[in-house]
């Protein structure tokens, strides 16, 4: 009986050691990526103000009233100094704000505005060119790419696991 318990020995030991486990993970990507144009335009508003001392007003200086499509305009005042011969401080600013634009030019050749309608405040981005942007995978090598244009971003991604568990 224990000759066999002594031979049955190995067989287990050796049982175990088919347990073994490998893990192999492989991820090649290459993203390749062709920015749009963007334009954001903030309407500005009209505002008129005066202020003084020693001063006389004939006409109030102010705004003529715009329309939906049209800005505001300025009606000029008349102003005096009050005192002859006295000191006399006076200040006016006027800012004539954005008529409505109610289109917008279409998208161009390559996504691009051609001539964007803008408003006081406005910041615009030209949309990107792919130009020469590229990517290729291989089962064998590091993924490559090749730079575009303006605007454009590429990225080439391998990853490689291995993990071997006993």
Same mark, same amino acid.
């Given at each position: 009986?224990?000759?066999? @318990?002594?031979?049955?020995?190995?067989?287990? /030991?050796?049982?175990?050691?088919?347990?073994?486990? /490998?893990?192999?993970? %492989?991820?090649?990507?290459? !993203?390749?990526?062709?920015?749009?144009?963007?334009? !954001?335009?903030?309407?500005?508003?009209?505002? =008129?103000?005066?202020?003084?001392?020693?001063?006389?007003?004939?006409?109030?200086?102010?705004? #003529?009233?715009?329309?939906?499509?049209?800005?505001?305009?300025?009606?000029?005042?008349? =102003?005096? /100094?009050?005192?002859?011969?006295?000191?006399?401080?006076?200040?006016?600013?006027?800012? %004539?704000?954005?008529? #409505?634009?109610?289109?917008? #030019? @279409?998208?161009?050749?390559?996504?691009?505005?051609?001539?964007?309608?803008? =408003?006081?405040?406005?910041?615009?981005?030209?949309?990107?060119?792919?130009?020469?942007?590229?990517?290729?995978?291989?089962? /064998? #090598?590091?993924?490559?790419?090749?730079?575009?244009?303006?605007?454009?971003?590429?990225?080439?991604?391998?990853?490689?696991?291995?993990?071997?568990?006993?």
């Amino acid at each position: 009986m224990k000759k066999i @318990a002594l031979f049955a020995l190995p067989f287990f /030991i050796m049982s175990s050691a088919n347990a073994l486990e /490998i893990k192999s993970v %492989i991820t090649d990507s290459v !993203q390749l990526t062709v920015d749009g144009p963007v334009v !954001q335009s903030t309407r500005i508003g009209s505002s =008129y103000a005066v202020s003084g001392s020693n001063v006389s007003v004939t006409t109030l200086g102010g705004l #003529t009233g715009g329309s939906a499509t049209a800005a505001a305009t300025m009606s000029a005042g008349s =102003y005096d /100094i009050g005192t002859d011969e006295a000191a006399f401080t006076f200040s006016e600013s006027l800012t %004539i704000g954005d008529a #409505t634009v109610t289109s917008q #030019t @279409a998208l161009a050749s390559g996504g691009r505005l051609e001539e964007p309608n803008l =408003y006081g405040e406005s910041t615009s981005q030209l949309g990107g060119t792919a130009g020469t942007l590229a990517g290729t995978l291989s089962g /064998i #090598t590091v993924p490559t790419v090749t730079a575009g244009g303006a605007g454009t971003t590429a990225i080439g991604q391998r990853t490689i696991e291995l993990s071997v568990f006993q």
